[in-house]
């Protein structure tokens, strides 16, 4: 028995609904996609309740999930994978936070809770305040898209459990207040945080200029959604496999780390719309050389979704295609190559939703079930039933000839 | 995105297995059902083990399930299990225990702890011992199958947690002791029962038929295994719809009104075979203006069943989708609407069967999946699998928009 290779292709949210204006074909069905339904064609389908019938997936949550670790006792809060996705290394007892950089006034109300959807300057503004040390224990602080950031306090004695600072609308500031007796040391060290930063961020040379173009000025961190992380067996050695992943988007990325993968980046594959499907195609073919499990995600269709363009839908799946067919060309004939997407983003509502994803499996000499179409309908009739997306990576695993043995 | 209400329609019992006399066919697949069939076409079908695979579903337990209880939860101890398998209604704070009709010597010794396996004659030894009332407490007694039996207790101040009567081995009866102060009433209830039915049951004509045939008297209850129903989190409160249900059997309005569902009295809705169709589909109607969630249950499938008459039955599947295209007719398309039964009920057997039943859902934007019939076989092939009961919920919340998140 040979172990095979696998290669896990995850389109963010391509996973639809009948669209009005493609005649009530869901833009899967209305694509033009001949790689796609080659995969299909060449081995097994089905669909997959990433999280659990009725459940409607984060990306982050269901990234997890396919890889195999159970959400719900990995997850605390989105904090810790926020900060993993912005590359700091979290231990256990750490705790993070998710921030946004804001605007208050003198009377500490929050005038814009994303001071102007702020597009420049803020590597700068968190260098000025990371690195704090507050009752013995280190702040690390670090921006990330526009607004938002993450806050890791790393110390002694910490508990994510807190309330938020973030009011979550524009109005009064709140203070974090410990939801435990714990968590009261946490509380307070947050607290002085926001306080001191404020300090600083007020007179900082970025904001004295944004005052002067009349733009709010970033003064404020609001920290929300705290949280620490499970102590995570990593994947590779949880399956015994070398791993690696070529993702565009901070938040999967976060994931892919969390879980002990070597994260590839790979210039032009920004997890845009525009990403270079061309680049990705040749960073996972160039991997698998090298590691027996390679995971690639796509995120474009989840953005084309969320904008309810699905003309750009059709477009992505075509685009995917053309990168799947350019990895079909040159790969091994032995990998198992499956592809899915870790929730569905209906164009027509514009949000992730809790319908099953289809997947198709192939390669590796596995069964063949006459699926001849890459699809939400097709993939429902295939062999592979309906799962759970916990069920994938061990059934992806059994095919590559790579399952445990449980019993003589 | 806008959430959806939903209409949740149960026929009772009227899955089936294939009738020699319709040629092999089922009563669904035999019946002219245009309506039932025009919803599988407009969305997706699939098979359900309500509760689980190759366990009958009684239609208490089931409808938990599919309302997204998990029915092995709601009952605590094995008492209510027993009971609800009993056929015997339960309703919030009434307590239930497992029995044994066993054998008392003159100083309350156990000499059999089974009444030498009473093959006979239960039936009329409870009927002689039920409706007692102890200190405003009902008492409910009902035969099992040979020595078994269950004792439920229905009024005010109960508590199930009280030691077994039942001393487990044969030699010294035990009474029954208060665990909790709460418990001190239940305790001294059972006692009472336990003598009572004793004083009863030694002088009743089949125990003496007994004693001379030299078969040991069924002569003491043992009471043992007490549980209660679980105070349940509302429908409404647990899923943030308001609910109403139409039903005319007792034993479904019960467990509607175990979950804090509104139970609408239809005049004419009986329950039996006679029940007014027509009068059930104007209350769906009408709850659906005011209510997010609407569920009907229709009874006369499973009396047809139970009464073998597969005629009345395939009748039944016709008059419910007379009622249904009522329905149709008159609702807004944008109402998710399901259609399934709680359990199978084949009329070559008359009773209960553990055969998946099927399901489809439409409306809302869903998907379509190309079932065109609403039947037991044409079900399994549909897109949404193989479910189990407390999945279905879940589902239907998923469709209509109106499920959870989890993660980012």
């Not at 896990?8 to 899967?28: A, H, N, W, Y």
């Not at 409607?56 to 999930?65: C, K, M, Q, R, V």
């Not at 002694?156 to 309330?163: F, K, N, T």
């Not at 060290?189 to 733009?215: G, M, T, Y």
């Amino acid at each position: 028995m040979t172990e095979k290779k696998i290669l896990l292709i995850v389109c963010d949210g391509l996973s639809d609904r009948p669209v009005k204006q493609f005649e009530m074909r869901t833009p899967l069905q209305a694509a033009r996609k001949p790689a796609m339904d080659a995969l299909a064609r060449h081995g097994m389908s089905g669909t997959m309740d990433v999280i659990g019938p009725g459940i409607i997936p984060g990306s982050d949550t269901a990234h997890l999930a396919l890889l195999g670790y159970d959400p719900y006792k990995v997850y605390t809060g989105r904090g810790p994978i926020e900060a993993a996705g912005a590359g700091i290394a979290l231990a256990r007892g750490d705790v993070a936070f998710r921030c946004n950089f804001a605007t208050v006034d003198k009377s500490l109300n929050v005038t814009d809770r994303r001071a102007g959807r702020i597009k420049s300057g803020t590597a700068d503004l968190a260098k000025a305040i990371t690195g704090m040390k507050i009752e013995g224990v280190e702040v690390v602080f670090k921006e990330g898209s526009e607004h938002r950031a993450v806050l890791v306090l790393k110390g002694e004695g910490l508990d994510h459990r807190i309330s938020d600072v973030d009011p979550h609308h524009e109005g009064k500031m709140l203070e974090a207040r410990p939801l435990v007796p714990e968590a009261k040391k946490t509380a307070m060290v947050v607290n002085e945080f926001v306080k001191r930063s404020h300090d600083v961020l007020q007179k900082h040379p970025i904001n004295v200029e944004r005052a002067k173009a009349k733009l709010p000025r970033a003064n404020i961190i609001l920290p929300r959604g705290g949280g620490s992380v499970r102590d995570l067996e990593p994947l590779h050695q949880r399956y015994g496999l070398s791993c690696a992943a070529v993702a565009g988007v901070t938040l999967v990325k976060g994931i892919c780390k969390l879980v002990g993968m070597e994260v590839l980046d790979v210039p032009g594959a920004t997890g845009g719309l525009d990403t270079d499907y061309k680049a990705k195609a040749e960073a996972a073919l160039r991997l698998l050389q090298s590691h027996d499990f390679v995971f690639v995600n796509i995120k474009a269709g989840d953005i084309a979704s969320h904008d309810g363009d699905f003309r750009m839908k059709v477009q992505v799946v075509e685009n995917i295609d053309m990168m799947l067919s350019l990895i079909l060309k040159d790969i091994h004939e032995d990998v198992v190559i499956a592809l899915t997407c870790d929730h569905s983003t209906p164009v027509s509502i514009k949000e992730h939703s809790a319908d099953p994803v289809p997947f198709t499996i192939s390669g590796g000499g596995t069964r063949v079930d006459g699926i001849k179409e890459f699809d939400e309908i097709s993939a429902a009739s295939g062999a592979l039933g309906r799962i759970r997306g916990m069920d994938l990576m061990p059934t992806m695993l059994g095919m590559a000839d790579r399952a445990k043995k449980f019993g003589s």
